[in-house]
């Protein structure tokens, strides 16, 4: 049975969080998901305040990057976070978004061994074990955390085939990411699969939805948060495999200058269909099926900022809207 999750991006005010993760709980969805985005909301704050408001929902450091913190500082934050409340803390790490990264001023060389040392770092440091680590991006030696000895599974965000067969290889789990059209995620997860060789890992996706008294109601909500994942220059295997025609390089240039009528107007009715699950009730629970029939083990509910709007599409994702 597929599981729902809700992710939150870091755009609603911090005086909201704590009824959206209440929502979230109360319509059943089993974890969330709480982006790390380079100028947004800060995500470890986020989710100290999500999970001081809820009671038995996990709450998931999403995509945090060895390259704007150091795995030190991660696993910290992760097992402090764990401390207070445990058994319902989740790291995901992943390189972060290129165009975010590079208005910062901050390079992510040889991402494959950053994450792939930043996997095996945390996990020692979990362990609560010393850390022994002479790499190629990170040297961290004869220290261990002052709370370790936590079970903090760890998930690797990836969209391209190595990153893939890292995350089936070496972590607990991979994420895929939000705006991925359902045969995108199809391939990543074969990526994934052949690195994990039979080893057992979670399967996750992220999925933009939005219940509308209509489909262009709908539609219009999630234009510029899928603008936002498809400028990226490595999504464009995600477009191809879509079918739906999108100027990427036109798209990129419009969200910088933050034109949002040209990103809506690139981001077509078509795009839309094929990388998100908009429109009625009916309509999104179709969309979010057709995802779970992939083979994820949690369709994580995206592009939604709103008590009410995480209750109505975990409504519909349930059957009970």
């Not at 996990?58 to 696993?75: E, R």
């Not at 402090?80 to 978004?97: H, K, N, Y």
């Not at 990836?158 to 789990?173: C, T």
Request: proline fraction near 5%.
């Amino acid at each position: 049975m597929t599981e729902f999750g809700i992710a939150m991006d870091g755009r609603a005010p911090m005086a909201s969080v704590p009824t959206q993760a209440r929502a979230a709980e109360e319509g059943g969805a089993d974890t969330l998901w709480i982006a790390s985005h380079l100028f947004l909301r800060d995500p470890i704050a986020t989710a100290a305040i999500a999970l001081g408001a809820t009671q038995r929902i996990k709450v998931a450091l999403m995509a945090m990057s060895p390259y704007g913190v150091h795995p030190v500082h991660i696993a910290m934050a992760a097992a402090t976070l764990d401390e207070m409340f445990p058994g319902r803390v989740i790291l995901c790490l992943g390189v972060g978004a290129p165009a975010d990264l590079q208005a910062a001023g901050i390079d992510s060389p040889r991402p494959l061994v950053a994450l792939r040392e930043a996997i095996a770092l945390c996990r020692t440091l979990f362990a609560g074990e010393h850390a022994d680590l002479d790499g190629q991006a990170f040297r961290v030696h004869g220290r261990r955390l002052g709370n370790g000895g936590r079970k903090i599974p760890i998930v690797l965000a990836a969209s391209r085939s190595n990153m893939l067969a890292l995350a089936g290889r070496a972590a607990d789990g991979v994420l895929i990411s939000a705006a991925s059209s359902p045969p995108f995620v199809r391939a990543c997860l074969e990526h994934a699969e052949r690195g994990a060789n039979d080893r057992p890992f979670r399967k996750l996706g992220i999925v933009y939805t939005r219940v509308g008294a209509s489909v262009k109601e709908a539609m219009d909500a999630v234009r510029r948060p899928i603008g936002f994942v498809l400028r990226g220059a490595h999504h464009a295997e995600n477009i191809r495999r879509s079918g739906a025609p999108l100027d990427q390089i036109a798209l990129a240039a419009a969200y910088a200058a933050e034109d949002w009528a040209a990103v809506e107007r690139l981001v077509s009715d078509e795009v839309v269909r094929r990388h998100a699950a908009c429109g009625t009730p009916d309509q999104v629970r179709a969309k979010l099926k057709e995802y779970g029939a992939i083979g994820l083990d949690e369709v994580i509910i995206g592009g939604i900022d709103t008590a009410e709007g995480i209750a109505a599409a975990l409504a519909a994702a349930r059957g009970t809207a």
